[in-house]
């Protein structure tokens, strides 16, 4: 099996549509199997879609490295081509002076040749210089191979091609020129997610452009060349554990924020699972249910108006049924949603009856939230005591009336719901904004299955 990394020189360089057209064109020559360095949801939904395979995260501040290893194992059986896609700069992490939550930890764990995406626009020789730092800055990387990206023409690449091969001893496999169409759709949160842009024809288009774009200015035969050779792992493994009771989760175009790992975690734990949408059913009969995160603001007067799905779950949570919701999900059990005037440019506040499960409601927009959350969990709670790693990711704030609301986690890192307080408690309901990586927080997550089994 062939692996490589593709990362870039910081934020913005272009290596999300840069790894999203070489895994839609890598296809044609084998099974490619994604990965993405972070704690990120939208990326992934894109690199799942144009692959064919589940792409599965890799971030060792959530995560163990056994745990990389291990995922990244296998997640690979039956590939013939990995390729893992970097988060900011190469360096960035969750520290200044360590590695932790970069993607060089991932590239120095998986031993993985690193393709470097430099933003070229309006420097050449200067390009040596960025790429002899990131040489000279960690001894253990292995910068394999350039792609310049926001290329202005013939004389700029050809310059700017020479100082990095002559100075830096890596070839530069790609140059690719400045072009406004190799832009993906953003929002308040990132990308789009591709489940909701797929479909739409100038979404499409812009996917299709890109990959032709990449095809055309990347050489993938030196790509494939400079990559690793791993021995081929052979096909999946069927779970063997007998499963002995069911599991709700949401999943549709207001919920689609998951980890891959979350349909092999549950299963091997012995639960099935039933996906169901919030939008469009009704809820399906389980020992329990998660609502993941996703954008549920969008989708208010559709979510509202399934007033059976929302009655279903209050009464769910009610009769004492295990429900864990994160970020979204703990958007779509307050009371309601509140969309500020102006908001996604309305020009009036609206506002949208959700589940009522906790007293309150969801406000939006507020503070961008962008975190690595630390904290420890309560025993009497769905998902038991334990030490926890996760991250927080929103834009909305969850305002709880009852000020005798009962949370299990404490944060010493991350914000939570309220002043380092999350995961609000009713019931066997547990709503966070803190969201959990289903390996790295295995262990919860077997608490709340065995919380589910026990009240079945």
């Not at 030196?222 to 599991?247: C, F, M, Q, Y």
């Not at 954008?295 to 769910?316: G, K, Q, S, W």
Request: charged content about 25%; hydrophobic content about 40%; glycine content about 10%.
């Amino acid at each position: 099996m062939k692996s490589l990394l593709i990362t870039g020189d910081r934020s913005g360089s272009g290596k999300t549509s840069i790894t999203l057209a070489l895994a839609a064109l890598l296809k044609n020559r084998g099974t490619v199997q994604t990965f993405k360095v972070g704690m990120d949801y939208i990326d992934p939904s894109y690199l799942s879609a144009v692959s064919g395979r589940p792409c599965r995260n890799l971030d060792n501040f959530v995560l163990g490295e056994g745990q990389i290893r291990n995922i990244f194992l296998h997640g690979s059986w039956g590939a013939d081509i990995a390729l893992v896609e970097g988060v900011r700069g190469l360096y960035e992490g969750a520290e200044a002076l360590d590695d932790t939550g970069s993607t060089a930890a991932i590239a120095k764990v998986l031993d993985l040749p690193v393709i470097l995406v430099v933003s070229a626009q309006s420097i050449t020789r200067s390009a040596a210089a960025i790429v002899k730092g990131f040489q000279a800055f960690d001894p253990d990387i292995r910068i394999a191979g350039v792609i310049l990206n926001q290329v202005k023409g013939g004389t700029h690449r050809e310059k700017a091609t020479r100082a990095i091969e002559y100075y830096c001893g890596v070839p530069v496999i790609g140059a690719i020129p400045r072009m406004e169409e190799m832009q993906l759709a953003m929002r308040h949160l990132g990308l789009v997610p591709y489940r909701e842009g797929a479909g739409r024809g100038d979404f499409d288009n812009r996917i299709r452009t890109i990959t032709d774009i990449i095809g055309k200015y990347v050489d993938l035969d030196r790509l494939l060349a400079l990559a690793k050779d791993i021995p081929s792992r052979g096909n999946i493994p069927e779970p063997v554990t007998a499963h002995d009771l069911r599991i709700g989760v949401a999943y549709d175009e207001a919920f689609n924020f998951y980890y891959a790992d979350l349909l092999d975690v549950l299963p091997s734990l012995g639960a099935s699972v039933v996906q169901f949408s919030p939008v469009h059913d009704q809820l399906p009969d389980a020992d329990g249910y998660i609502i993941g995160g996703g954008y549920p603001e969008l989708f208010v007067p559709e979510l509202e108006a399934n007033d059976r799905m929302r009655e279903a779950i209050r009464e769910a949570s009610r009769n004492g049924t295990p429900i864990y919701a994160e970020c979204g999900g703990l958007m779509y059990l307050t009371d309601r949603m509140v969309l500020k005037k102006g908001w996604q440019g309305r020009d009036t506040e609206i506002s949208g009856a959700m589940c009522g499960v906790f007293p309150g409601e969801t406000r939006m927009p507020a503070r961008r939230v962008v975190s690595y959350v630390e904290g420890t969990s309560a025993q009497d709670c769905p998902m038991g005591a334990a030490r926890f790693r996760g991250h927080e990711f929103h834009y909305s704030e969850v305002v709880l009336d009852d000020p005798a609301t009962r949370y299990a986690y404490r944060l010493t890192r991350g914000i939570g719901i309220k002043d380092t307080l999350d995961g609000a408690v009713i019931n066997n309901t547990l709503g966070s904004y803190t969201h959990l990586h289903p390996v790295g927080s295995r262990d919860m997550f077997r608490n709340f299955v065995d919380c589910c089994r026990n009240r079945s």
